[in-house]
């Protein structure tokens, strides 16, 4: 979300006539878009707003705005950092943008022609959850799901494609629930994927954040029959423990999502999964968090994203003592973390000697850098411009991140 943010605010900036600096000294206007998912993350925001405050006496004329998730109440926020000269809610560019052309206005440049179009555009099609999941802070800040239109979001694929996207990316916090906050559209995720599917020029589309709640049937369906959807799903588990579940509010057992796994691996063969995991969520016991590895070691996924869990102000479980201790979670995170590492390793082994489909993104210390329909990173070594366009490449590296291969003629 936040790097589809960064793009949109990227794009009505350079059609201010703003372009990109490396350094923070150096630029006019300064964006930090925001994640307080864990507090990790926020730490890390508010260290970057403390050291601009060094930064803004130096160069006064330097705006600083302030976007996303750590945004929930501006005037605290002013108050704390009033060296900042504007917060934005999460995906609130126009704002943003309205305050940059107040300031900037009477020298305002010409629109710059706009940075190359990146291979992969991502396009928000819903704010917001419907979701209590415990421990999220998400839906605090971002409110309920509120759904964009389906034209919108056709338009901006169509723009996007037309400007040189291959492959788009359709994003929610929960895109399986899409639409259902706009009955009168009668649209859900699966009439939407086929309407955005039949873009002229469009050669991927993918889609997250799934719910393992919400993924129908006909969603499955609509992945196994529309060629351009990829066969890869994003589909968080967090837990493989019932009583933990329940305690997250996620609303099913773990033998529900493993039997939608297995639906879904009947329907689309070869269907990658990534999924998120929290370890320690407070009363987690060591035997509720073998159940985890449990479920990682019996449904072979193609990449987890784990997490020590972190109590988040506002919410449910923030109540309840955090009381897995810190050194446990990292033994929990760090066992999780091996146990993946070498099924991730041992799933990309069978990619060896086979030929992938590449769309190449961009370069990588001298390499091409692409990615499989699997979601799989890819490089190679090639002279020719590959940027955009799909690559038949033979595998002959594999490790637990990263595939090489070398380009069939
Ligand atoms: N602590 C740790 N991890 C969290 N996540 C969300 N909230 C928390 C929290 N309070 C993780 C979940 C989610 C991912 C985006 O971040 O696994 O899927
Ligand atoms: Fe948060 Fe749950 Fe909604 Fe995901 S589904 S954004 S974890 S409330």
Same mark, same amino acid.
């Given at each position: 979300m936040n790097d589809a943010d960064a793009q949109r605010v990227g794009a009505a900036l350079s059609g201010l006539g703003f372009c990109g600096r490396a350094e923070p000294e150096e630029a006019d206007l300064i964006v930090l878009i925001t994640c307080v998912v864990r507090q990790s993350a926020e730490d890390k925001t508010i260290g970057r707003l403390e050291s601009l405050k060094g930064l803004k006496r130096r160069h006064p004329s330097t705006m600083v705005a302030v976007m996303g998730?750590?945004?929930?109440d501006p005037a605290t926020l002013r108050e704390r950092f009033?060296?900042?000269d504007g917060f934005f809610r999460p995906s609130d560019v126009d704002g943003l943008v309205d305050l940059v052309r107040q300031r900037f206005a009477p020298e305002t440049a010409p629109?710059?022609? !706009?940075e190359r179009t990146p291979v992969s555009v991502s396009i928000p099609i819903s704010m917001g959850?419907?979701?209590?999941?415990?421990?999220?802070?998400v839906r605090l800040r971002r409110g309920s799901q509120q759904s964009r239109p389906a034209g919108e979001i056709l338009r901006e694929t169509r723009e996007a494609v037309q400007r040189g996207a291959r492959e788009i990316v359709l994003l929610g916090?929960?895109?399986?629930?899409?639409g259902h906050d706009l009955?009168?559209?009668?649209?859900n995720l699966a009439g939407l994927l086929s309407q955005v599917h039949?873009? $002229?020029?469009?050669?991927r589309l993918r889609f997250l954040t799934s719910h393992p709640g919400e993924m129908t049937e006909e969603l499955i369906s609509a992945v196994a029959g529309l060629?351009?959807?990829?066969?890869h799903l994003e589909l968080?588990?967090?837990?493989?423990?019932d009583v933990v579940l329940r305690r997250m509010g996620r609303g099913y057992t773990r033998e529900q999502y493993s039997s939608l796994l297995s639906r879904i691996r009947q329907r689309v063969p070869g269907c990658s999964i990534a999924t998120d995991i929290i370890v320690?969520?407070?009363?987690?016991?060591r035997e509720q968090f073998e159940a985890t590895a449990d479920l990682v070691t019996a449904e072979r996924f193609d990449s987890v994203h784990i997490a020590k869990y972190s109590p988040r102000p506002?919410?449910? !479980?923030?109540?309840?003592?955090? $009381?897995?201790?810190q050194d446990e979670k990292e033994r929990r995170h760090r066992i999780l973390e091996e146990l993946q590492t070498r099924i991730s390793q041992e799933i990309n082994s069978t990619y060896m000697g086979r030929t992938v489909e590449v769309l190449v993104e961009g370069r990588h210390r001298g390499r091409w850098r692409g990615r499989s329909a699997t979601n799989k990173l890819v490089f190679f070594d090639h002279?020719?411009?590959?940027?955009?366009e799909l690559a038949s490449v033979e595998i002959n590296w594999a490790g637990p991140w990263s595939l090489r291969g070398t380009v069939k003629g």
């Open positions: 998730c750590l945004v929930a009033p060296w900042v629109a710059l022609p !706009a959850c419907d979701h209590h999941c415990t421990y999220c802070i916090q929960n895109v399986d629930a899409y009955p009168s559209q009668g649209l039949d873009t $002229d020029g469009l050669l060629s351009r959807v990829c066969p968080p588990v967090q837990c493989g423990d320690g969520f407070p009363t987690e016991t506002g919410t449910p !479980a923030a109540l309840l003592a955090d $009381d897995v201790p002279d020719a411009d590959w940027m955009g």
